[in-house]
Structure formats: C-alpha cells, structure tokens
C-alpha cells in the first residue's frame, strides 16, 4: 500500500529553530550518525534521517513547546505512530522535546530514553493522549489501535529532551581544534544558515497527498538536504570562502608559481576536487575532519611558518597518512586555513 503524505507544514520562528536542532541532533548528537547521509524535510515527519540508499531512516517529530502534561506528549506521537503502522520501514522513532514535566521522568537527568524511564502514571497518560489523537485523524485507521500496537509501538519510541543551545549543536559536528571553533554568536549565525536551507525546503511545491512506496521516493521532490551540503556550508562559514569553488588562497601560489597559468587552474581545481571528495565521501570524510584539526593546531601553534614548513610537521601524522588526499591537495587546505587563522 501506498504511504500517503499527510499534515506537512511550514514553521517559522521559535518552531523552525527547534526543528534544525532536530536535524543537527541526528548530524552529530548520536553514536550512529555518521550513517545518516541525508534529510529529508517535511515529508514523512519533520526531519527523516536516511542512509545512502534511503533503506534506513531515523524518524524524527519535533516539539518546540514543553509539554503540560504526558497527555500531550501522546498526543504528539501521532505522525510517528503513522509512520510506524505504515508499509514504509522506519528503524529509529524519535520524539524530539524542548522538556516534560518534573514528574514524567523517574530519573530527570537522563536526556535521552525509552519508556523504561517514564513513569508508570505518565505512561497511562501518554497512551490515552495518543489514542484520542488517533481516533480524531482521519488518516489513522481505526484497526490500528489496538492494544498490541500501541505497545509496540510505544516499546520502539526514543524521547530525547533538548538541553543544548543553537551553539551547542554546531559544535557537535564539527571535529575540531577548540582554539579554532569560533565564538557562539558565529556558531548561531551558522545555525541560522542551517536553518533557513532546511525552512527553504518548506516553501517548495506541496507534498500533501503525494504517495510513494519506497523511502527514497522522497529523492523525487526537492524535500531533502545531504550531511555533506550542511558540512560544506559550515566550513566555508569557518573559512569564509567557498572552499571548492572559490580561487585559491594566497599561501598556495608559491607552491605552483613554477607552472604556466593553464596547468596552475588545472592543479587548483584538482585540489579543490579531491578535497570535495575527502569532504563528502562518508567513507573518508571522519579522516577528513581529523587532519583539519591536526592542521589548525599546528597552524595556531606555528603561525611564522609557511605551507611547506606546515606540511612537514605533520607529514608523519597518522591524520595525514589515513586521508586520500595528495601532496598538492594537503598543501592547499594548509594554505586554506592560514588563510582563514590570520
């Protein structure tokens, strides 16, 4: 059976804020994000986590407000629910919370649980909320709520309670030099970037009523946004430039001055590609990170020398040696940073 889009939305303001930590939470708050290699946005729910094929998806509904009571919060498990009874696989259900009452949780320090950690009262009253819900959708077939069902279901649902700022969140993708990691009114301007390409994805054509059969139907509606599109914009935030598309920086001439002008494009552009390619690859990209950082700590520690100097105090690191970046390409990022650090 076709999965049917329903209740898509467009948030502005504090809704749309929370929905991006959502979506960064995914990026960087989990063991396994480093699987999630895009988004798709108010589409299933309002943020999907896919992997690579779109075979696997973590399913997020995000709640801006702080819920009054458990009641609410079942209420909110609706879209998710859907999702679950749907012949669409969703492997991750995440209700995703600005906060509960004191009360709802046994153990209130802990952020990210499953129902093991929600009180035997506030779990009755979460189910009665989201069975009413249930029984008002008209998109929610009555022969799904069943006892067996709901337990499941609510057996697979993780909670996670938003306790980070805006800030908070760029940081956690990034894997770098805490020297280097700008102050948090920058971090917020790069959430904000963040935010308005996600929002963006809203004001297209609507998908209300639109049917698929497979999670990567969604890739048939401009509705998603990669891990590697939001890793580009970050760093190019950092650097402030675009780093492959952007002519070369001024540190990394002097390494090609021996070349004609036709093969110095023909060499930055390479550079330039493989550094894409070190950036967007999943399979690399954690190398990728782990140099850059290896590269600013000797760039901040050392700011007299130059490239080929900076080069050689970390030609033996195993940051270096574990990327599949060439001799030019490493130059060129160096130059890029020095750049950036000055």
Not at 17 to 33: C, H, I, N, P, V
Request: negative net charge; proline residues 2%; glycine residues 4%.
């Amino acid at each position: 059976m076709a999965y049917v889009v329903r209740s898509t939305e467009s948030k502005r303001g504090k809704g749309a804020d929370f929905e991006t930590k959502a979506l960064l939470y995914l990026m960087g708050g989990r063991q396994d994000s480093f699987e999630i290699y895009g988004f798709a946005i108010d589409f299933y729910n309002d943020v999907t986590g896919l992997d690579t094929h779109a075979e696997r998806a973590w399913d997020v509904q995000s709640k801006g407000n702080v819920a009054k009571g458990p009641k609410e919060v079942g209420r909110e498990l609706i879209t998710l629910f859907k999702n679950y009874m749907s012949d669409l696989e969703f492997d991750y259900l995440i209700l995703f919370m600005a906060g509960v009452p004191d009360s709802f949780r046994i153990d209130n320090s802990i952020t990210v649980f499953d129902v093991t950690n929600i009180t035997e009262k506030a779990m009755k009253s979460v189910r009665a909320g989201l069975v009413e819900e249930a029984k008002q959708k008209t998109y929610i077939d009555g022969d799904w709520i069943t006892d067996d069902n709901i337990n499941d279901f609510l057996g697979k649902v993780t909670f996670v309670i938003d306790d980070k700022t805006k800030a908070d969140y760029v940081k956690n993708i990034l894997r770098l030099n805490p020297r280097f990691i700008p102050k948090d009114v920058v971090l917020d301007g790069i959430f904000n970037r963040i935010r308005d390409a996600q929002a963006s994805k809203k004001n297209n054509t609507s998908v209300e009523g639109e049917m698929v059969t497979h999670l990567r139907d969604v890739y048939t509606y401009d509705r998603t946004i990669k891990a590697r599109e939001i890793r580009l914009m970050v760093i190019n935030s950092l650097v402030n430039r675009n780093i492959v598309r952007d002519g070369a920086p001024r540190y990394f001439f002097p390494l090609i001055q021996n070349y004609d002008a036709l093969k110095q494009k023909e060499v930055i552009e390479d550079c330039q590609l493989q550094i894409s390619v070190a950036l967007f690859d999943k399979a690399n990209s954690d190398s990728f990170w782990d140099l850059l950082d290896v590269i600013v700590d000797v760039i901040i520690d050392h700011k007299e020398i130059g490239t080929s100097d900076t080069y050689d105090l970390i030609v033996e690191n195993n940051a270096l040696r574990a990327t599949l970046l060439d001799v030019l390409s490493v130059q060129y990022l160096i130059s890029v940073m020095k750049e950036a650090l000055e």
